[in-house]
């Protein structure tokens, strides 16, 4: 008969492989690398709508288009007024005119629930047309954390290009690739230098897979 002791020894060895067993799937998720997808629109999107640049509000001020990539906060005296430049489906997620996003109401929605408050300021734009709620989605922060060795291709603006304002810049990237270890814990941003694309993590990216938003591609970076 095996003694009180082996017994103790065995069952000892049997919890310690349940514990293991359940720390293991934890453990792999924690050691499987980020994900980041740029976020751009499906312009294959059978009868889909295409919008002008919000480069004019509602009472026919001109406002700047561009300074919805400087990853700051925008205030606004009245909202952003978009145009049809090619009538169409309508969609919850859209690249207008230099690749400003607009989002509608139901992404809004979901973008609160994750709790990306901090990271992304949501501007009431009146889609002309329409009444349903759209918002300009303006990323908050720039992040330093493009991968050059592993992008297909990097050109930087020299001084020969005589173009002070962006010297040392991205001139093109192609293939971009980030480096997750410089995005830390940012699900919406902007890439340094290269602006004009929008970053999602995999967290935002399943998000709007599950939540049926129309219109969004991602690539993965």
């Not at 991205?170 to 230098?193: H, I, L, Q, S, T």
Request: glycine fraction near 6%.
């Amino acid at each position: 008969m095996r003694s009180l002791a082996m017994m103790s020894v065995d069952l000892a060895r049997y919890l310690q492989t349940r514990v293991d067993a359940q720390q293991a799937p934890h453990e792999e998720a924690m050691n499987t690398p980020k994900r980041y997808f740029e976020l751009w629109d499906d312009l294959h999107i059978p009868g889909r709508w295409h919008l002008s640049t919000p480069d004019v509000d509602e009472t026919g001020r001109e406002i700047d288009p561009w300074q919805f990539k400087d990853g700051v906060v925008v205030t606004l005296g009245a909202a952003p007024l978009l145009r049809m430049s090619h009538p169409g489906r309508a969609l919850d997620f859209t690249l207008t005119g230099l690749t400003v996003p607009l989002v509608h109401g139901r992404a809004v929605s979901l973008f609160k629930r994750l709790s990306l408050d901090q990271e992304v300021q949501f501007i009431p734009t009146h889609v002309e047309g329409f009444t349903e709620p759209y918002f300009l989605l303006n990323a908050l922060r720039i992040i330093r954390c493009i991968d050059d060795a592993r992008c297909e291709e990097v050109l930087y603006w020299l001084p020969e290009d005589n173009r002070p304002d962006k010297e040392g810049q991205y001139r093109n990237v192609r293939g971009m690739k980030v480096d997750p270890e410089k995005v830390g814990d940012a699900n919406v941003f902007r890439p340094w230098g290269w602006t004009a694309v929008l970053i999602v993590s995999e967290r935002v990216k399943r998000a709007m897979e599950n939540e049926g938003i129309t219109g969004p591609r991602f690539v993965e970076v």
